[in-house]
């Protein structure tokens, strides 16, 4: 019995004396989704419009890949696939380093450096550092891996201070004019046109603004009941005076508004949700856990759809700003009932197209090339907001749904709907077409994984 008693504590102390394995920490993809989530989170308390939030996510994302790129062979780098992207440090050959922790210190740094306020993240990123060490990364590899994350994160963002952002900070103001079909300020705040010098901002892939530009909108016409205009108008009035319940929970669910205003008397008031590009980020996480991707595709899905919503902007800002049209609030108040209120409330910028319309249907395509065309999953993004969750059979059935629930709401015109969609479409099909994630068949394992 002394023989056996000795002997259980010689592998005791063996086993407290063997190294950890700390790759199951950095390896496990759930936490590179609680970092976009952290991201996420920052963006969604400090207001940031849609358009704005898009560039946060996609250099973070940026950044996050190209760390993972650096250290699995099978994936390829976005420089030269981004034609302005410089090409990223390399690790040395004598260092080892772990590239899953680079890219969620990469993620939050380039994060934590779009965003405000300065050094929000960083006690994450001291986080990911500790935990790293606590599940037994040795020094010199930790050391090594900030060090490269560093740099890869220096690169990204040098890179980012030169798409044009902080000159639009400074561009011209958008001037409204009395013309008939023309955006006016809507209730409650009636702020001033958002962003319209966005379309200026250097794209990812895009090579211009107006490369997937709708066909000109509707003509303002409200005297011809025949007319297309009229016809559309009395659409969205007669449909928000006759919602039913599950049109009001998909136009609820689909609002992203991140900063909702309400009036009360004397007394003003917000309540925050997601943006819509953080609404398809959340998106991503609840796919890639479903179908059990691992740590490479999730970062790399995450990045395919930053890219999309980014662009996705840019290119509808584009044509919000051409065609400058008014909201169906403005009309309807105007000529028919002035105590008429869309179901949700109005964002401050034109009508056409609807940018929620284009960034869904983009992020839909490029997420079917990752998941598949026939993904069904139950979209859980809303709870935290107090809204029921809603399953879908598809990222495109969801893009179409987050479609029309912008006519459910009262926003816009049904054409807004249709053109913003093929926008989305078709720059979704040419992102998936056109960057190579894993470079063994350009169809990620998961992919192939959730068809069989």
């Avoid at 993004?381 to 399953?391: K, T, V």
Wanted: hydrophobic residues 35%.
């Amino acid at each position: 019995m002394r023989i056996f008693f000795y002997l259980a504590i010689l592998v005791a102390v063996v086993s407290s004396c063997k190294q950890k394995d700390y790759t199951q920490y950095t390896a496990d993809p759930i936490l590179f989704c609680k970092t976009v989530k952290k991201l996420n989170d920052v963006v969604l308390y400090n207001n940031f419009p849609p358009m704005i939030a898009s560039r946060n996510y996609v250099y973070a994302s940026i950044a996050a890949y190209e760390c993972i790129a650096a250290g699995d062979s099978n994936y390829v780098s976005l420089s030269g696939q981004i034609k302005h992207l410089p090409q990223m440090p390399q690790v040395p050959a004598e260092q080892i380093i772990d590239h899953r922790l680079a890219a969620l210190l990469s993620f939050v740094k380039v994060g934590n450096a779009v965003t405000f306020p300065e050094g929000v993240l960083m006690e994450y990123y001291d986080e990911l550092k500790k935990e790293a060490r606590k599940a037994g990364m040795p020094s010199s590899v930790l050391k090594n891996t900030v060090s490269y994350s560093d740099q890869v994160s220096d690169a990204i963002i040098e890179w980012s201070k030169k798409d044009n952002y902080a000159q639009t900070r400074s561009s011209e103001k958008f001037t409204v004019t009395m013309e008939e079909g023309r955006w006016v300020p809507t209730p409650p705040a009636y702020s001033q046109g958002l962003e319209p010098s966005w379309c200026e901002v250097r794209p990812i892939l895009l090579d211009s603004a107006d490369q997937f530009s709708p066909p000109p909108a509707p003509r303002f016409n409200i005297k011809d009941t025949n007319s297309v205009y009229y016809k559309e108008l009395m659409e969205v009035k007669t449909m928000v005076e006759n919602l039913t319940e599950e049109q009001k929970h998909i136009a609820d669910f689909f609002d992203d508004n991140p900063f909702n205003l309400h009036v009360t008397g004397h007394v003003m008031y917000a309540t925050k949700k997601f943006s819509p590009p953080g609404h398809w980020m959340n998106i991503v996480g609840i796919a890639a856990e479903k179908a059990g991707s691992d740590f490479e595709t999730t970062v790399a899905a995450y990045t395919a759809t930053a890219i999309a919503l980014y662009d996705g902007f840019i290119a509808c800002w584009k044509s919000k700003y051409k065609e400058n049209s008014v909201r169906p609030e403005t009309v309807i108040n105007k000529y028919f009932d002035q105590e008429w209120r869309p179901y949700i409330q109005t964002p401050p910028f034109p009508s056409y197209v609807s940018g929620h319309s284009v960034i869904s249907a983009a992020s839909a395509e490029v997420m079917s090339s990752f998941f598949g065309d026939n993904f069904s999953y139950t979209d859980t993004s809303e709870l935290e907001f107090g809204i029921p969750n809603r399953s879908f059979t598809s990222f495109r059935e969801a893009a179409l749904e987050a479609n029309w629930s912008r006519l459910y709401g009262g926003i816009h015109f049904r054409a807004d709907l249709e053109e913003g969609n093929k926008v989305g479409t078709k720059l979704g099909e040419y992102i998936a077409g056109r960057l190579i994630f894993d470079k063994r068949n350009d169809k990620l394992a998961i992919n192939q994984k959730q068809q069989k």
